[in-house]
């Protein structure tokens, strides 16, 4: 199953990966969906909008004809932001959602009660919408990671904040970041930048632990089961499958 966001009608859309077929569409915002997240186990799936909320089901883990994918009672609502969502992460295990917004913070919700727990500011001392976050994650042990791109001057920062709010560890990148993955031991996680530089990096301190370099632009990036293999999807329109030693 695909899911598909950033439709004109505002939908949500799963497509079947067996013959292509357009299984259900989801219609829970007044705006364009403009990010999706599952969670680790596949229970929860979370939307964000361009209308700046976010809505959560849960999904059916068999479907049919008669079944959609998703439970449409279970429908909850999620607000706090003052600007269009641009990444959202949940984590079932800890019952949490992160989102991020253009108005510059980060939102997190209790993943079944939908209460609002607390705003996380990457940036202090910034005015509001002078940097986006662009990417969000949560990881294994409940730690939160940001990815934020500041305007004027120019700045690409990751902020990793614990699940109080706390801010742990910064460090500002020399380049900016396409696309982050997070190795499921939640020690490490994988960055491709614009250098066409793939990093491993600390989950712990943000530092460098090994990189190399690739032949084309990489704007996506995923792992295989059993992380033997990363799969990179390329400007040019092909995948690049490495193995991991």
Known sequence: MVVTVGAWDQSANFISTLDSKLVHSVY???????????????????????????????????????????????????????????????????????????DGTCAIHSLRSGEYVRGLFPLTGEVPHAFSIKMVDITVDGRILLYVERYAPEEYVL????????????????QKLNCVLQATNGKQIICVDSALTISFVSLDTLET????????????????????????????GNLLVLSVN
């Not at 361009?50 to 279970?74: A, G, K, M, N, Y």
């Not at 632009?217 to 040019?236: H, M, P």
């Open 28 to 102: 829970s915002h007044h705006d364009v969906v403009t990010c999706v997240a599952t969670s680790e186990d596949n229970q929860w799936i979370v939307f964000g909008s361009r209308d700046s909320t976010l809505t959560s089901f849960e999904l059916e883990q068999t479907w049919s004809d008669s079944v959609p994918p998703i439970r449409t009672r279970s429908l909850q609502t999620y607000s706090g932001h003052d600007d269009e969502v641009t990444a959202v992460a949940v984590n079932s295990d800890h019952g949490i959602i992160a989102s991020a917004s253009k």
């Open 159 to 174: 902020v990793l904040f614990s699940i109080n709010g706390k801010i742990l560890s910064q460090r500002t990148l020399p």
């Open 209 to 236: 632990l090994s990189q190399f370099g690739t032949t084309d632009t990489v704007f996506s990036i995923a792992k295989t089961k059993n992380e033997q293999n990363l799969v990179l999807g390329r400007y040019d």
